[in-house]
């Protein structure tokens, strides 16, 4: 008799849960600290790609489908722990993409804006709304969302770039759009170094005015970004977490490189012991020189990988990363952090 009034409430709860789930509706006390617990927490995992192992992957890929078919030849890096969601953080995707020469991965256009970052070859291109950017190892090469853009290769061997796209958030907003172009070639439009010579010398056409859509080429050359970590290695203190950190920016704001996507070169002497350091972007590196070791995460969850040129890691939001070199080292990277900060949702923990 004592249990009749719990088995009276229990009955009330199920018919309860029945009905709230039969009005789709949820009670937020069932998932709201889920939602927030007192620090952010993902499923995503750091993980690191060797470049050894995913070459010749590529490189077989490209036996599979020749360009006509695939569109183009890319392997998604997918973490581990989003399976199926073809992502490498929450927000990014990151794809190593191969072109062989003559070939052209036809032009299309899409919502969601992406950047290059060339790892192998000489004489491949992008072309961005008809100006040829050329892409030789270690540059950055931006394409703004809804600018049409090919690729093509005039050297010799495979041409390997990462491409990186913010096309989680875009797909997450409802907000994705493509189009292919219907020709097999873009028009050229504009002599090459177009953009550099307008844009890129710290000037602008008079009267020029930003718009989303007609958005310069950019494109940053890693021998002129190389000579600028020099520069710094020789004059500035290192941080203790990061050594020495630039940010690419868009000449014609100040502002990120991509408005969404935060992208940084960074320099570390060899034996760099660096102290871990957290933020809430999820992050995607590449090596473009040098080895050392990383670690992910903390206490038994840590990862630790040993890299060395062109292996790629994630670090997911909120775990701390830990740098360390044998050799001096150059890494480029690229976050979410810039569309976090435009929300005021950007944060950091440095140190222990
Ligand atoms: C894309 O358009 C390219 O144009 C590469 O090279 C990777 C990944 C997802 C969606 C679109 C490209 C892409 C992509």
Not at 9 to 28: C, D, G, I, Q
Not at 153 to 177: K, M, N, Q
Not at 282 to 302: H, L, M, N, S
């Amino acid at each position: 008799m004592k249990d009749a009034p719990r088995a009276k409430k229990s009955a009330h709860a199920e018919r309860f849960r029945h009905a709230a789930e039969h009005a789709h509706v949820v009670p937020l006390w069932t998932f709201f600290d889920e939602w927030f617990p007192a620090e952010p927490h993902t499923a995503a995992v750091g993980h690191l790609w060797r470049y050894e192992a995913l070459r010749p992957l590529l490189l077989d890929g490209a036996t599979q489908i020749d360009t006509a078919e695939a569109e183009r030849r890319v392997l998604a890096l997918e973490n581990p722990e989003l399976p199926g969601r073809r992502l490498a953080t929450d927000a990014l995707y990151a794809g190593l993409q191969l072109i062989m020469p003559h070939e052209i991965a036809p032009a299309h256009r899409h919502s969601a804006a992406a950047l290059r970052f060339v790892l192998e070859g000489h004489g491949a291109y992008t072309s961005v709304s008809g100006e040829r950017v050329p892409m030789e190892p270690g540059d950055l090469v931006v394409t703004p969302a809804w600018t049409w853009h090919e690729h093509g290769h005039e050297g010799e061997g495979p041409a390997i770039w990462l491409d990186v796209l913010d096309v989680a958030l875009v797909r997450f907003l409802g907000a994705g759009f493509s189009e292919r172009y219907p020709e097999k070639e873009f028009p050229r439009r504009l002599p090459p170094g177009d953009s550099h010579h307008r844009f890129g010398m710290g000037m602008a056409p008079a009267g020029y005015r930003r718009e989303a859509s007609a958005a310069p080429a950019a494109s940053y050359s890693y021998a002129r970004c190389r000579r600028v970590l020099e520069h710094l290695a020789a004059h500035d203190p290192l941080d203790p977490c990061q050594g020495l950190r630039m940010e690419y920016v868009d000449p014609t704001t100040g502002g990120p490189a991509i408005p969404t996507i935060s992208t940084f070169l960074q320099w570390l002497p060899p034996k760099f012991a660096g102290e871990p350091h957290a933020t809430t972007a999820g992050t995607i590196y590449v090596v473009v020189e040098g080895r050392g070791r990383v670690t992910i995460g903390a206490g038994d969850a840590a990862r630790r990988f040993e890299f060395g040129p062109r292996d790629v890691w994630v670090v997911p939001s909120w775990q701390p990363a830990c740098l360390e070199t044998d050799e001096e080292t150059v890494l480029f990277s690229a976050s979410d952090e810039a569309v976090q900060r435009k929300l005021g949702l950007w944060r950091e923990r440095r140190g222990h």
